[in-house]
């Protein structure tokens, strides 16, 4: 694959997602609500989108909202970690088991460690 090809296909794959981020189908990012959101140029590249693209799209969506998801599951944890009336330093006065606990909730959120 070319690097000409590649960038159209990269290109294809932004369009696909943004355009199901927002609409349940393509043929729903045909309507003119939806069309409304994308420039011109982009709606002629939806036209063009594969299959594949659009698996692949959504494979992309899905792993987007797993990490979303995931990431407040993370921030519900360390705030439930808070004891009642403390704020977000009060985090450093836990016990080490319940400390542990709120750093492995922190790390969830993205908030240091790998892909911080």
Request: net charge negative; hydrophobic share 45%.
């Amino acid at each position: 694959m070319s690097t000409e090809q590649a960038e159209l296909r990269a290109e294809r794959l932004r369009v696909a997602i943004k355009a199901l981020d927002v609409a349940p189908d393509f043929a729903a990012g045909m309507y003119p609500e939806t069309a409304r959101l994308m420039r011109h140029h982009d709606m002629a590249l939806l036209r063009t989108i594969s299959p594949e693209d659009e698996q692949l799209a959504l494979a992309c969506l899905d792993a987007q909202r797993e990490a979303r998801r995931r990431e407040w599951g993370g921030l519900e944890e360390l705030l439930a970690a808070i004891p009642p009336g403390g704020d977000l330093d009060s985090i450093f006065d836990l016990e080490p088991d319940q400390a542990i606990s709120a750093l492995r909730a922190a790390k969830r959120c993205r908030w240091f460690g790998p892909g911080a």
